[in-house]
């Protein structure tokens, strides 16, 4: 399965496994919630890569927006995250760093779209 081996495909899997990783650390109140939503904003971003690159490329600009779309609400869940210490500064930097990386590699990838 070649899809699987585009970079933006493999970052996103790291970040749910790493996300899968800091579970445990996350305050039950919060785990339920807000991590809920984190890990499943990932996963749809996992999946929505995953149908791109799978698409003819007059076919992939809309489901390449809606991962940015959900790229920049997971930004912002984060951040709430981190805000309201569910996890800490440093799980915070680690996941925005891999967020940001495929940030700048799906701007690339939507730009070489919109050439075409």
Known sequence: MEEL??????????????MHGYRGTVPKADRHTLWQRIESLTLEALEGILLASQLSK???LQPLE???VKLNMLRVLLRLAKDIKAIDLKKY???EMIVDEMGRMLGGWIKSVKER
Do not use: C, G, H, N
């Open 5 to 18: 081996d585009i970079p933006i495909f493999k970052r996103a899997y790291e970040l749910y496994k790493t």
């Open 58 to 60: 007059t076919q992939k």
């Open 66 to 68: 809606q991962v940015s």
């Open 93 to 95: 930097a680690t996941l």
